[in-house]
T-cell receptor, first 114, second 118 residues
Framework: EPEVTQTPSHQVTQMGQEVILRCVPI?????FYWYRQILGQKVEFLVS????????KSEIFDDQFSVERPDGSNFTLKIRSTKLEDSAMYFC????????????FGPGTRLLVL | AQKITQTQPGMFVQEKEAVTLDCTYD???????LFWYKQPSSGEMIFLIY??????QNATEGRYSLNFQKARKSANLVISASQLGDSAMYFC???????????????FGQGTTLQVKP
């Protein structure tokens, strides 16, 4: 069964460093999302991406964040200068269609900023 | 205002019994979807079940069923014959079809931790 994959599973970084989180969505999906979950809290939407551009971003998704689909398969989230409060689990999700189809989540990347 | 409310931070259930996890939602969108995801301690988000706002029947997927009461704006998850492996965090989520953004983003509740006792 096709699945969303994410790398790395865990990342530890120093405050101020750049990190890139990688995702490979399900191959025929067209809509891509990043969510984040701070430990013990609910899952929060960061950004949606379709047709090689951002469709929507939340207040959390400030200038330090960017997303890219550099090739036909990868979907990346970059945090330019990490802050302590960026420590969280980051989930990538993909869907075949935005309004009616289920979003399938990757296993997540646990980011720890020291 | 909270769009998705899960009022039970934690629940216990005896193995083999049924359990209901509550979820209420708030939307003015006539078309929306409701989802339940399971998050075990390993952290991944596992899709369980989906209910569309226009679906006439309650969704079922194996041991999972969704008790959809549109007038009450509730979408409770029912797990029948609980198993030890059901112990996890459960999230209710909503997607509005014609919301301000119209990009299909999911809005999550706070989650309910379910513990299945042997």
């Amino acid at each position: 069964e096709p699945e969303v994959t994410q790398t790395p599973s865990h990342q530890v970084t120093q405050m101020g460093q750049e990190v890139i989180l990688r995702c490979v969505p399900i191959s025929n999906h067209l809509y891509f999302y990043w969510y984040r979950q701070i430990l013990g809290q609910k899952v929060e939407f960061l950004v949606s991406f379709y047709n090689n551009e951002i469709s929507e971003k939340s207040e959390i998704f400030d200038d330090q964040f960017s997303v890219e689909r550099p090739d036909g398969s990868n979907f990346t989230l970059k945090i330019r200068s990490t802050k302590l409060e960026d420590s969280a689990m980051y989930f990538c999700a993909s869907a075949l269609e935005d309004r009616t189809e289920t979003q399938y989540f990757g296993p997540g990347t646990r980011l720890l900023v020291l | 205002a909270q769009k998705i409310t899960q009022t039970q931070p934690g629940m216990f259930v005896q193995e083999k019994e049924a359990v209901t996890l509550d979820c209420t939602y708030d939307t003015s969108d006539p078309s929306y979807g409701l989802f339940w995801y399971k998050q075990p301690s390993s952290g991944e988000m596992i899709f369980l079940i989906y209910q569309g706002s226009y679906d006439q029947q309650n969704a079922t997927e194996g041991r999972y069923s969704l008790n959809f009461q549109k007038a009450r704006k509730s979408a409770n998850l029912v797990i029948s014959a609980s198993q030890l492996g059901d112990s996890a965090m459960y999230f209710c989520a909503m997607r509005e079809a014609y919301g301000s953004s119209n990009t299909g983003k999911l809005i999550f509740g706070q989650g309910t931790t379910l513990q299945v006792k042997p």
